[in-house]
């Protein structure tokens, strides 16, 4: 259980560090957030789609 625990621990940190790098880069904050808005779309449509 320690190791998931940890592991989920370094993806949440590298997400939010991903999160804080793209918005600090004026030219592609843009189209990262519109990227990123894409792919949750994506992902909820995947989710409603094949979960019964």
């Known amino acids: ?15 939010i560090t991903g999160v804080v790098l793209l918005f600090s880069i004026r030219r592609k904050r843009l189209a ?9 779309i ?3 449509l995947a989710y409603r789609t094949l979960v019964p």
């Open 1 to 15: 259980m320690v190791v998931i625990d940890l592991s989920a621990l370094l993806m949440t940190v590298s997400s």
């Open 32 to 40: 990262g957030t519109i990227t990123a808005i894409a792919g949750t």
């Open 42 to 44: 994506a992902l909820w």
